[in-house]
Structures are given as structure tokens and as C-alpha cells.
């Protein structure tokens, strides 16, 4: 909730510095598809990434990613800690966590650190465990 008050009456420059602020002690997510939002193409990003929207291209951050209940991805999905609500279609690799929700339909494979799959979530594809950090320069 404070990070909406700061989004409305906060200019957009003080929003990202209160943004960053945050981020020094928690994990902020600090990009957000909205869920009329359709994008064509990849997403990079060093911050978290939540998804309200369709994302036709892969997601790569070295944040958290949210996918929300009626969001969509057609892409793989990279991350530290990974979290769908909603439709993947592409695999998916996290240096962290991935959790399936119930409302996930997923379909592709899991890389993961470590794995938590909510009863009712759909899931087709194999899983596997990081042997290497994705992050890792070489």
C-alpha cells in the first residue's frame, strides 16, 4: 500500500528513488505489466518483474517475477524466485525458488534451486534441479 501512495502523489523521478529506497532492505518488484498491457517482444531487466498482462517474448531479471492469476507469457521465464498465477508457455529458470499456484497452467520445463506445486495447478513438462548459478559471468 505505501508503494501506490507513493506512486500517486509522488512525482515518477522520487517514485524510483523511494522505489530504490526499499529495494535496499526488501525485495521491491519495481516493473509492472499492467493487464491491458500486451507486449511483443523480450523483457531484461536487473529488478523484479510482476505480470497483470500478455508477454509475447521471454523474461529475464535478476529480481522476483510475479505472474499473476490471468496473465499470460508465451516465452520462457528467468529469475531469482518465480511465482505463476497464470499461463506460461516457455521453460522456466530460477536461481531461487519456483512456485506453481493453483490457478498456473504451465507448459514447459523447470529449472529450480527449489520447487513448491500448489494443489490444482497444471504443470506439463520435466523438472530439474540448478546445478550452476544462472547468473554466474563465463
Same mark, same amino acid.
Not at 83 to 92: E, H, K, L, P, W
Not at 94 to 102: A, D, F, I, M, Y
Not at 113 to 123: C, P, S, W
Given at each position: 500500500?505505501? =508503494?501506490?501512495?507513493?506512486?500517486?502523489? =509522488?512525482?515518477?523521478?522520487?517514485?524510483?528513488?523511494? *522505489?530504490?529506497?526499499?529495494?535496499?532492505?526488501?525485495?521491491?518488484?519495481?516493473t509492472m505489466i499492467?493487464?491491458?498491457?500486451?507486449?511483443?517482444?523480450?523483457?531484461?531487466? #536487473?529488478?523484479?518483474?510482476?505480470?497483470?498482462?500478455?508477454?509475447n517474448?521471454?523474461?529475464n531479471?535478476?529480481?522476483?517475477?510475479?505472474?499473476?492469476?490471468?496473465?499470460?507469457?508465451?516465452?520462457?521465464?528467468?529469475?531469482?524466485d518465480?511465482?505463476?498465477?497464470?499461463?506460461?508457455?516457455?521453460?522456466?529458470?530460477?536461481?531461487?525458488?519456483? @512456485? =506453481?499456484?493453483? @490457478?498456473? *497452467?504451465?507448459?514447459?520445463?523447470? @529449472?529450480?534451486? #527449489?520447487?513448491?506445486?500448489?494443489?490444482?495447478?497444471?504443470?506439463?513438462?520435466?523438472?530439474e534441479?540448478?546445478?550452476?548459478?544462472?547468473?554466474?559471468?563465463?
Amino acid at each position: 500500500n505505501q =508503494l501506490i501512495h507513493l506512486t500517486i502523489f =509522488l512525482s515518477i523521478r522520487h517514485h524510483i528513488r523511494a *522505489c530504490k529506497m526499499i529495494n535496499k532492505n526488501n525485495m521491491v518488484i519495481q516493473t509492472m505489466i499492467g493487464e491491458d498491457t500486451v507486449v511483443d517482444g523480450p523483457i531484461d531487466s #536487473k529488478s523484479g518483474v510482476i505480470i497483470y498482462g500478455s508477454i509475447n517474448g521471454k523474461v529475464n531479471t535478476k529480481g522476483p517475477v510475479r505472474i499473476a492469476k490471468n496473465a499470460v507469457v508465451n516465452g520462457d521465464v528467468i529469475g531469482k524466485d518465480i511465482r505463476i498465477g497464470g499461463a506460461v508457455n516457455g521453460d522456466v529458470i530460477s536461481n531461487g525458488q519456483v @512456485t =506453481l499456484v493453483k @490457478t498456473c *497452467c504451465l507448459k514447459g520445463d523447470i @529449472t529450480y534451486r #527449489k520447487l513448491h506445486i500448489e494443489d490444482g495447478a497444471q504443470f506439463e513438462g520435466k523438472c530439474e534441479i540448478l546445478k550452476d548459478d544462472i547468473y554466474k559471468e563465463g
